[in-house]
């Protein structure tokens, strides 16, 4: 059952979100997942029966609103986060691309989600939940509140028409990059082209990723040497490559990580946390909650 409090927490995340978003209140409505009408109530304090239970466990998950006992997660501004947040802004001033291939579990996700939530007309694409074309040009038109549902051509011609339109420039996050299937990859070549020095684009991934651009570039596969050109030529990274090196940079970020979000007044041995982990700055969380 969604309780009053958490219809308040959700709308006053809905009140953020929306404050970052450039169109109107009915593409906001298309970009939630709900219609004009529900969220014209919604926002005007009338919440009793506008939305069901499911509608509001929907806002909450797109929202990161966390329910339950669990405590919000707060921001620790570590190096990759820095370097992210810095890269991103850059791509979304100046219309750039760049790529990020680092190893798993180093913060890039959470990184680019924070940004997101603080700067207009930035979104977020998890490419393991859009695998192919048509699911990632329609998730990409519904999150800036463009319709999705209608013909295909018709969706990706009102999508590149209104990113050419929008002020401040549109950034596009492209997470999890590695998952896309060929045609999605593709299409993503065909937007940048539609939308050159109109919006920014910025691809992340782990390992993965670069293998099957080195691989596809290696093979002459049509479209990865354009795409490759078009994101800066080069891969970057954060982390370190040699392990020594990498456990220093994970201890690093622990020590921000654990200050940021560790219970009052606890007294953390960050080196023995870190072994519980096996050096996983992901699985720092849970251990956390533990000793919380």
Partial sequence: MITTEIQHRIVAALVDRR?????????FAVSIGINH???SRIKNGDHDRVLSDQNWLSLARLLEIQIGNRPQWN???TPVYEFITDQLLFCQEHAASRLLCDIAGVGKTFSARAYVR????????DCSQVTVKQELVRFIAKEFGVGHSGKYSNVRADLVFYLRSLSPTPLIIIDEAGDLK????KELKALWNATEGCCGWYMMGADGLRATIKKSINNETPGYTEMFSRYGSRFQKTSPDTADELRKFITVHAA???KANAPEGSNIDIQKLLARTDYSLRRIADELRKIG
Avoid: C, E, T
Avoid at 118 to 125: F, L, M, P, W
Avoid at 182 to 185: E, H, S, V, Y
């Fill in 19 to 27: 404050n970052n978003f450039a169109g109107s209140d009915a593409k």
């Fill in 37 to 39: 009408a529900q969220y």
């Fill in 75 to 77: 921001i620790a501004r």
């Fill in 118 to 125: 603080s700067h207009k007309n930035a979104i977020y694409v």
């Fill in 182 to 185: 060929r045609d999605a990859f």
């Fill in 256 to 258: 921000l990580i654990i």
